[in-house]
């Protein structure tokens, strides 16, 4: 035990932790934790809550990461995430464009393989799978996978670099079905679009795009043997001026809390 301080020492001890409580506050989650007393870094989730963050997100992730941020928000008082949603290759030409961001999770592994220089050590937060999406009744009677290479359909598909157009491709070759798309979309949510608007009759997407889409169109599932898994890592971002804070975000995503959300929302577990 330490000796009883004097009223001089104790009121040099309060001033000091009371300058050391402002410095870590106006910190904002940098690069470099606050040390405490006894010279150990002061935990990531104490530069949360005071931290703005942007985060780089794939546009499958929507709907989740607008309820699991307000989520974050609630849990950290004083905590800020912003999104902001694009297809994966999309947000890795911003971030290789030096784009001001903080986190980046994309829908693929590959895309967050590609930009290791300009990442921490990524985390797989969630897994999804794909789906047929057809027009409203489904007029043309959409079972399968192999329905989808009739010609009288007008099919949409997102573009071979897009994640979900990759996996599109990987399961439609392997099953040896040919397509000939009506157009090749950016993203999923623009694949979803053109089905939910009847510019075309179905299209591949992700389990969880369709389920939000509610009844604008029917759902029609691919059984796992035809499938492709898509897995979801999230990082931080090195360009990060709140590196601290962003880790703690990403770590986030790993809680029960967060997963609930996930698995609430058709997301699989990673």
Known sequence: MYPTPTRSRSAAAALAAALLA?????????????????????????????????????????????????????????????????????????????????????????????LRAETGEPKIIAKNRLVIAAGKGNPFKVDELRDLGDPRLKVV?????????????????????????????????????KVEMGEADAGLVYRTDSAASGDKVVTVEIPDEQNAVASYPAAVLK???????????????????????FQDAGFQQP
């Open 22 to 114: 402002g410095l870590t506050a106006c910190g904002g989650g940098g690069d470099e934790p606050a040390a405490s007393g006894a010279g150990s870094p002061a935990p990531a989730s104490l530069e949360a809550p005071r931290a703005h963050l942007t985060v780089l997100a794939a546009s499958s992730l929507t709907d989740v990461f607008r309820t699991a941020g307000a989520a974050y928000e609630k849990a950290h008082p004083g905590a800020k995430v912003t999104f902001s949603f694009a297809g994966s290759q999309e947000l890795a030409a911003q971030v290789k464009q030096g784009a001001p961001a903080d986190a980046l999770v994309t829908a693929d592994t590959r895309t967050m393989d590609g």
């Open 157 to 193: 598909l997102a573009a071979p670099e897009v994640p979900v157009g990759r996996y599109s491709k990987q399961i439609l070759d392997a099953q040896r079905i040919e397509v000939k798309p009506v157009s090749q979309e950016p993203n999923v949510r623009a694949v979803l679009g």
């Open 239 to 261: 360009q990060s001026g709140n590196s601290g804070a962003a880790a703690a975000f990403v770590a986030w995503l790993g809680t029960p809390e967060a997963q609930k959300i």
